[in-house]
């Protein structure tokens, strides 16, 4: 506890050297810290460590580990059905969302629960089930094992929640009072959802695609039972990793590593962007 | 004072982290009443076998009171952790280079194979499963690179332990007269076949049993274990075939018992649980019945040529950079090549 209050001059110190920060109390200091503490451990550090150990294996490693024709194909592939299942998403997961703030039927509630089952299953009991439906002995008599569908498929299952979690409590607050005004000024259905609805929702479902794309390229368990791992084919980046690191080559995984990583950063921005656009506009 | 309360924090989470640790390691203990305990890190495969030789050894004079505390999992991943600090006493890798690594680490001695059995502590064989009644009737290496035949095996990139499957392939053309280019031209037919590279031994299994391809690649102990709980599969040993060698370990800082197991593991008694889990004995003479074989009576056939790596491949190390190395490595070649198509 004395390092904590012995802390707070230093701080203060601080924000005297630049007013325009606001001053921070002691509880929200602490705050900070715990937060800040808890992220380096989990997150900084770690990232910085597979950023470190890309660059310490030296630009010609980087550079070779990305002239690799079989990894640039699986990173490839992964960023594009990543994609694909990230926009499928935004449609069909703030439809779900919608579906479930909105409309009453018969069984909400349960569907309501089930949505999220794809983050509590393990990704490996979830490869085995779409491996059961929708591999060779589909009973659904869908097959797409060993093809880049299977990617797909796996990704959106895995995805789904994201859109739909963040998109569902900002449609539930959205006041409809709002709608009703804008439809006696006269505005059609669609204008009013084109003009009052989707600028508030734009935020939420920018967020969900972010999660749901950095999710989709970091993929592994829930899809190397169906897709087959064939190279250049079916074989996604985070096999990729395994084969250098069982390959002992610790540098040009994490090559392959970082390079995932500034895109899912890039992404991220992106979106961000697009939301503060869409904000402003609005 | 600012830089004070950070070292605080930090020393406070470490010795968090520290105490989440030393809990998690107290309760994975089996509690046994022994005064010794072992740690065992190993590949998932032999978990069942050294299970039930650990309870024989109990009853002998050096094994009673040792306690065990084991790990199984990815032959690759095991022994990395090892290599980061996992406690170990003895090791079960699948791969020689999984030792190695540990060698080079200074975790285990230089000479841990000088032994008689070259540091070698079970064994098997390449073998092909088929689906029941063998409707493509492969009884043959040369049978499954035939239009029409899906290979199942697992991948040589991510699963060290497939590497015995693709050198039993090569080893085949070059056992029977053929030269390097055929054997590529072989490995080429090989992954134009290959409908599905899953991730680890057991995960090909999976994939062929819910119905992918028409022939899987795995060992032959895989493929007794396989059948004795359940699947319906039958499986072929090829007249040539590669021999599966699992390497064993004791750590230079192990409990001196850790060494009195590892001489333990190369008895006739020891050598015939191996068996009864359908791994090929080191030791000559034990006759066993084991169920899941194809002839539980007579359940390992000797192939007309049992292949090795030390004799036919010169040792893991030069068959790694040989054929699996990323960039200049026969096999990525082949799989990049026919990957195209």
């Known amino acids: ?282 | 004072m600012n830089l004070r309360s950070r070292v605080a924090a930090a020393a406070t989470a470490a010795g968090l982290l520290a105490l989440a640790a030393c809990g998690g390691g107290a309760s994975a203990g089996d509690g046994g009443s022994g005064e010794t305990q072992l740690s065992l890190v190993g590949f998932a495969v032999p978990e069942a076998a050294n299970k039930a030789i650990a309870e024989k050894w109990a009853q002998t004079e050096e094994g009673a009171g040792v306690s065990w505390q084991t790990s199984y999992g990815a032959s690759g991943d095991q022994s990395r952790a090892v290599e980061a600090g996992l406690e170990a006493d003895y090791v079960h890798f699948s791969l020689e280079g999984d030792v190695t690594r540990l060698v080079d680490a200074g975790l285990v001695a230089e000479d841990w194979n000088a032994g008689e059995n070259k540091g070698i502590v079970s064994q098997s064989t390449v073998v092909l499963v088929v689906r029941k009644g063998n409707p493509k009737n492969i009884q043959r290496w040369d049978d499954i690179v035939k239009p029409g035949v899906g290979i199942v095996t697992p991948n040589p990139g991510s699963s060290g332990s497939a590497r015995w499957n693709i050198l039993g392939a090569w080893g085949h053309v070059i056992a029977n007269g053929g030269t390097e280019d055929d054997a590529k031209a072989f490995l080429t037919k090989f992954f134009e076949n290959t409908v599905a590279l899953p991730g680890s031994g057991r995960d090909a299994t999976t994939a062929f049993t819910s119905g992918n391809g028409d022939v899987l690649i795995s060992y032959e102990n895989e493929a007794i274990l396989a059948r004795a709980s359940g699947e319906d599969f039958e499986y072929i040993v090829p007249d040539d075939t590669l021999l599966i060698e699992n390497p064993g370990a004791v750590l230079k800082n192990a409990d001196p018992k850790a060494q009195a197991w590892l001489d333990y593991l190369l008895t006739e008694e020891a050598q015939t649980e191996f068996a009864k889990n359908g791994f090929r004995p080191l030791v000559e003479g034990i006759d066993v019945e084991v169920p899941g074989a194809n002839d539980p009576t007579n359940p390992f056939p000797e192939p007309a040529k049992l292949l090795t790596i030390d004799g036919d491949f010169g040792g893991w190390s030069e068959a790694n950079d040989k054929f699996f190395d990323e960039e200049s490595g026969i096999v990525p070649a082949i799989q990049k090549e026919t990957g195209k198509q």
């Open chain 1, 1 to 282: 506890m004395t390092s904590i209050q012995t802390a707070l001059p230093g701080r203060s110190a601080r924000v005297r050297r630049s007013p325009r920060v606001g001053a921070l109390t002691g509880a929200s200091g602490l705050g900070l810290g715990v937060a800040l503490l808890w992220f380096s451990l989990l997150v900084l550090i770690p990232l910085a460590a597979v950023v470190a150990t890309a660059v310490a294996g030296g630009w010609e490693n980087f550079a070779s580990a990305l002239n690799n024709e079989q990894t640039m194909a699986a990173v490839r592939l992964t960023v594009t059905q990543s994609a694909v299942v990230t926009v499928v998403n935004v449609f069909m997961g703030t439809t779900i969302a919608w579906v479930l703030v909105r409309d009453r039927f018969w069984g909400k509630p349960v569907l309501d629960v089930v949505i999220d089952i794809p983050f509590a299953l393990p990704t490996i009991v979830a490869g085995l089930v779409l491996l059961a439906l929708y591999g060779y002995e589909s009973p659904l008599g869908i097959n797409v094992a060993n093809t880049e569908k299977a990617v797909f498929l796996a990704l959106a299952f895995v995805t789904l929640p994201f859109v739909v979690r963040t998109v569902q409590p900002v449609l539930e607050e959205l006041e409809r009072d709002v709608e009703e005004a804008a439809a006696s000024l006269g505005a059609s259905r669609l204008t009013t959802f084109r003009r009052v609805i989707l600028p508030s929702l734009v935020p939420a479902i920018a967020a969900g695609a972010a999660l749901s794309f950095a999710r989709g390229i970091s993929e592994y368990g829930s899809l190397v039972l169906l897709s087959g791992n064939l190279p250049l084919r079916t074989e996604v980046a985070s096999v990729r990793v395994l084969t250098y690191i069982e390959n002992g080559d610790a540098a040009s995984a994490a090559a392959v590593a970082t390079v995932m990583l500034a895109i899912a950063l890039a992404v991220i921005v992106l979106l961000d962007i697009i939301q503060r656009r869409v904000a402003r506009r609005d």
